[in-house]
């Protein structure tokens, strides 16, 4: 069975880097040509109206992730009625989301002027909103067959029906902006595209997957209801902890600086979610994994492996904070223009806002794939309300940068919450000594931040496209045999080595 589980994580991965190769291409090509035809104002709409849809989200209610683990069993038991009765109850579920979505959507339209802060006339506002609406409340309807998919650990088929749409999408958009066309065109064309992208998605699946026509489904034992209303109840709490701290950063900017600020910073997030995509795919690959292993393997094994892809997820983010202090303010010098950069304080506090998200990403899917919602439901509310309050009050003190101050603040509770759920609920050992090793590599890569900091100031004092190479080829080398050197010898690195060699 472990070799099943590693092939399927293998062919998520291939597919997941080749779509981001593919589209990232794509996606520079389309945001470089928007930002010299359209403008930053326009970015700024985006960033924010993606933010507000995701605060709606809010309505999901963790109902997905609470039935995707209630298949995680019958999946690999091949208990077909269970499944077709889950997949039942998650299709109702996501019909009224969506209607609950849409109405919810309506009914913020007049508040939509207290959010933004842009000289683009209010009319062509509320029309965009309504665009980003639809593509929302549409997805809905497909999410409950998608996630039987993930739940298969086949999430490479999604990945690739996604990659065509998205390749449309942005040659369609290049096409259009190249001949003049306008901001709402430009969304048009993403909402069409996305629309058939559903539909042959839907009809894809029904075809491939016939378990996802079958209407004959029987009713839900309690003892299953009862455990998904308890899981979704756990999770209704995490999901406000979630929308505050990854989906209000972009409201807070345009209501109290200005939604131009949200377009510029969205050139950063643009290249994080680049990034992302080879990194959050490469780890959430492994999330059905695991819930299969912690199913069928003692907590010895468990154990072990959390130490491989923890010290796999440190290097990785490790890195990625680095490259990303180092190389993000001459790249979007030589991609954009210095015009449409930040200040470095708010860059690096963003930076290392995303890397404290990122080294809870392995104990995030441990406790996922366990199942344990219900245990830290508290503190995803008091991170909720920490990140509201300090990022509120920061940004009216020292401006932008404040933002950030809040989400890491509030990012902290959850670094050290989260390891403490799975060390003590899924692999029943006190945390103390990862906490140790936790605080020991974090410092190690915010010193090798100030050390690649003070040689790109050297290096790069007029920013050119050789000395920027330079810089990279330096920003690769000298962090990773830093940890190559220090890391090299632990049980947990030659693990990863064997892992290699073997695949």
Known sequence: ???????????????????????????????????????????????????????????????????????????????????????????KAYRLIAVIVTIIGIIAVPFLGYLVN?????????????????????????????????????????????????????????????????????????????????????????????????????????????????????????????????????????????????????????????????????????????????????????????????????WIYGFVLIAFVTLSQPFITLWLGDKLLLDNVTTILYFVSLYLAGITFIPYNFKIAAGKFDEDKCVAFIQAITNLIVSILAIKVIGLPGIFVGTIISRMIVVVIRPYIVFKYVLYENPYKYYVRLCLRSLLAFVLCFVMWDIKNMLLANVTILNFIIMCILTVLIPNIVFLVLFGRSEAFKDILNRIRRK
């Open 118 to 314: 842009t000289d683009i006339p209010m009319s062509e506002i509320r029309v965009f909103y309504f665009v980003f609406l639809f593509n929302t409340v549409s997805s809905y309807f497909v999410s409950y067959k998608t996630s039987y998919v993930s739940a298969l650990q086949k999430e490479y088929i999604i990945t690739n029906t996604t990659t065509i749409g998205t390749i449309l999408t942005s040659v369609f958009q290049i096409i259009l902006l190249l001949l003049g066309g306008d901001y709402l065109g430009y969304l048009l064309v993403a909402a069409v595209i996305g629309l058939i992208q559903k539909i042959v998605t839907v009809y894809y699946l029904n075809r491939k997957f016939t378990i996802l026509t079958e209407d004959n489904a029987k009713p839900l034992d309690e003892e299953t209801k009862n455990a998904i209303w308890k899981n979704v109840k756990a999770l209704i709490i995490h999901k406000i902890g979630d929308v505050s701290v990854n989906q209000t950063d972009n409201i807070i900017i345009s209501a109290f600086v200005s939604t131009t600020a949200v377009g510029l910073l969205s050139n950063y997030t643009t290249l994080n979610t680049l990034v992302s995509a080879f990194t959050n795919k490469f780890f959430s690959s492994f999330t059905a994994s695991f819930g299969n292993m912690l199913a069928k393997e003692d907590v010895s094994k468990q154990r072990k492996k959390f130490d491989v892809y923890d010290l796999l997820g440190f």
């Open 1 to 91: 069975m472990s070799v099943s589980r590693t092939e399927y994580v293998k062919k998520n991965i291939f597919y997941s880097y080749v779509s981001t190769i593919i589209t990232s291409f794509f996606s520079i090509i389309c945001r470089t040509i928007f930002v010299y035809t359209l403008g930053a104002s326009y970015l700024g709409v985006s960033g924010l109206f993606t933010n507000v849809l995701g605060v709606l989200s809010f309505t999901e209610l963790g109902i997905g992730s609470a039935i995707v683990f209630a298949l995680y069993k019958p999946i690999a038991e091949n208990d077909n009625e269970k499944i077709k009765s889950l997949l039942a109850l998650y299709k």
